[in-house]
Every structure is written in C-alpha cells, then in structure tokens.
C-alpha cells in the first residue's frame, strides 16, 4: 500500500469518529486541600466540542487522499 492510500484510511476512520462522537470528553482531576497528611481532590469533567465540519473535511480529504492513491497504482 502506498502512504497516501493509509494516511487516507486513517483520515477517513478520523472523520467518521468526528461526525459520531461530536466532543471528546475527559476527566481531570485537581487537589483542592493538602496539608500535610490531609489531601482533598476535585474532579471536573471537561469537553472538546468537534465541529461536524472538521469531521467532513477530513473524511472528504481522506477520500481524496486514497482516490489518489488508487490512480497513482494504475
């Protein structure tokens, strides 16, 4: 396989992940309180909204990607 046809593949597998998840959400988690043998933790759940938009480009370029990939073999 060429690269473009895999770097086209896992662009398309990233679009597609893009369009279904919409945000990628994580946890963090942050000390609040230590003194001494005291410890006290926060955890804040944060999110990364994904535009619907960056997912279809990047599943349109990898689809030009292993368009171009397919072309390059003939």
Do not use: N
């Amino acid at each position: 396989m060429k690269p473009k046809m895999i770097m086209g593949i896992v662009l398309i597998a990233l679009g597609i992940g893009a369009l279904a998840y919409q945000a990628i959400i994580y946890t963090s988690r942050e000390k609040t309180i230590d003194i001494g043998p005291i410890q006290a933790t926060h955890e804040t759940k944060k999110t990364i909204p994904l535009s619907p938009i960056l997912g279809g480009a990047t599943l349109a370029g990898g689809i030009v990607l292993v368009i171009i990939g397919i072309r390059a073999k003939k």
